[in-house]
Protein backbone atom coordinates (compact mmCIF):
# COMPACT_ATOMS: atom_id res chain seq x y z
CA UNK A 1 0.00 0.00 0.00
CA UNK A 2 1.19 3.39 -0.91
CA UNK A 3 1.19 6.46 1.39
CA UNK A 4 -0.92 8.22 -0.89
CA UNK A 5 -3.66 5.29 -0.11
CA UNK A 6 -3.08 5.38 3.41
CA UNK A 7 -3.22 9.06 3.55
CA UNK A 8 -6.94 8.32 1.33
CA UNK A 9 -7.84 5.75 4.06
CA UNK A 10 -7.24 8.09 6.80
CA UNK A 11 -9.55 11.34 5.65
CA UNK A 12 -12.11 8.43 4.80
CA UNK A 13 -12.42 6.71 8.11
CA UNK A 14 -12.29 10.13 9.74
CA UNK A 15 -14.95 11.53 7.74
CA UNK A 16 -16.96 7.88 8.48
CA UNK A 17 -16.23 8.87 12.19
CA UNK A 18 -17.45 11.80 12.09
CA UNK A 19 -20.59 10.52 10.60
CA UNK A 20 -20.94 8.06 12.66
CA UNK A 21 -20.41 10.52 16.05
CA UNK A 22 -23.57 12.53 14.29
CA UNK A 23 -25.60 9.69 13.85
CA UNK A 24 -25.16 8.04 17.16
CA UNK A 25 -25.66 11.11 19.10
CA UNK A 26 -28.81 11.77 17.42
CA UNK A 27 -30.38 8.27 17.69
CA UNK A 28 -29.71 8.85 21.67
CA UNK A 29 -31.91 12.16 21.67
CA UNK A 30 -33.85 10.40 19.47
CA UNK A 31 -34.45 7.53 22.28
CA UNK A 32 -33.37 4.64 19.30
CA UNK A 33 -31.26 2.95 21.87
CA UNK A 34 -30.57 0.00 19.47
CA UNK A 35 -29.05 2.22 16.52
CA UNK A 36 -26.93 3.49 18.77
CA UNK A 37 -24.56 0.29 19.55
CA UNK A 38 -24.81 -0.11 15.46
CA UNK A 39 -23.28 3.47 15.07
CA UNK A 40 -20.67 3.40 17.92
CA UNK A 41 -19.48 0.06 16.66
CA UNK A 42 -18.69 1.08 13.78
CA UNK A 43 -16.79 3.97 14.35
CA UNK A 44 -14.48 2.13 16.26
CA UNK A 45 -13.75 -0.17 13.49
CA UNK A 46 -12.84 2.69 11.59
CA UNK A 47 -11.40 4.53 14.32
CA UNK A 48 -9.03 1.32 14.41
CA UNK A 49 -8.56 0.90 10.66
CA UNK A 50 -7.77 4.60 10.47
CA UNK A 51 -5.25 3.82 13.46
CA UNK A 52 -3.57 0.91 11.56
CA UNK A 53 -3.35 2.74 8.30
CA UNK A 54 -1.35 5.78 10.34
CA UNK A 55 0.82 3.20 11.34
CA UNK A 56 1.22 1.58 8.14
CA UNK A 57 1.99 5.01 7.08
CA UNK A 58 4.38 6.03 9.34
CA UNK A 59 6.91 2.70 8.37
CA UNK A 60 6.88 3.36 4.72
CA UNK A 61 7.76 7.18 5.63
CA UNK A 62 10.57 6.82 7.50
CA UNK A 63 11.71 3.65 5.96
CA UNK A 64 11.92 5.36 2.74
CA UNK A 65 13.48 8.04 4.15
CA UNK A 66 16.31 6.30 5.75
CA UNK A 67 17.27 5.26 2.85
CA UNK A 68 17.88 8.20 0.65
Given at each position: ???K??????????????V?????????????????????????????????????????????????
Amino acid sequence: MSKKKCWIIIFITIALNVVMVQWTVESYLGREYEKVLIFSAIGVVGAFIAFFAYLNWRKREYTQSSKD
